[in-house]
């Protein structure tokens, strides 16, 4: 189960950064070219309404967010100042740790309660009970979006659902510190995809004649082993 909802937070983040980019795109080119005189394709540019896309990016950069989060307290590359708790014996170390993390465990929790409160009555109720075919009384239907006219509960639902999965993921996170005593780490110099290339075993990097490469006091760089008028160093 953990290895799916890892799957599916990394295919969310993914698909909502590389959709908006796109339809951020579309929308500015389209901009451009609609004032570009062309005949017959001027005309079709300017029947064409992208005032959705402006809208429509902003939700998704902020479902994104609220999930990237999430991801980023999984995989370690939150940003943090941890000069003081470094400096500090393991075992005081450590329990500064767990306290942060279940600290963030308990904001994120709080943010998810009172986002699914707010989103609960700001129209999801109303929107819950006509599917389930329930009388929803005289609870209101909540407002929509201006373009693209969807019911605002929608949008807000990054909230709660964005917030619950961060909780999830500190008190994961804290979890495992405790058994393990690690933290996860993010290298910002690896490329995903991309494997550190290994150097053969019997290579000497220290005997290699070029410049590019660190020597020692037995090997001479590039151009000292020349004799004099050939370039090399008198």
């Known amino acids: 189960i953990n290895k799916a909802l890892n ?121 819950i009970f006509k599917l389930l075919g329930l009388d929803p009384g005289d609870v209101p239907e909540g407002p929509t979006t201006p373009d693209l006219e969807w019911p605002t509960w929608i949008v807000y639902s990054a909230i709660p659902l964005g917030s619950s999965l961060m909780c999830f993921r500190f008190l994961q996170v804290a979890v495992a510190f405790i058994r393990t005593g690690e933290l996860p780490h993010h290298d910002h110099g690896h490329v995903d995809g991309l494997e550190a290339e290994q150097l053969p075993v019997d290579v000497d990097v220290y005997g290699m004649d070029d410049n590019l490469h660190m020597h020692d006091l037995k090997h001479k760089p590039l151009g000292e082993s020349r004799g004099p008028g050939k370039g090399g160093r008198q």
């Not at 799957?7 to 929308?27: D, K, N, P, R, Y």
């Not at 070219?33 to 902020?62: H, Y």
Request: glycine share 10%.
């Open 7 to 127: 799957h599916l937070e990394e295919l969310l983040v993914t698909f909502l950064m590389g959709a908006a980019t796109v339809i951020i795109f579309v929308s500015v080119a389209h901009r451009y070219l609609a004032g570009v005189d062309i005949p017959g394709v001027q005309d079709w540019l300017l029947s064409l309404n992208f005032s959705w896309a402006q809208e429509l990016c902003i939700i998704m950069f902020v479902w994104m967010a609220k999930f990237g989060a999430a991801y980023g307290v999984r995989t370690g590359i939150h940003v943090g100042v941890d000069v003081l708790i470094n400096r500090l014996n393991d075992s005081y170390r450590a329990k500064f740790i767990v306290f942060g993390l279940l600290a963030g465990a308990l904001f994120t929790g709080v943010v998810a309660t009172l986002g699914a409160h707010f989103v609960w009555e700001n129209g999801a109720h109303y929107a």
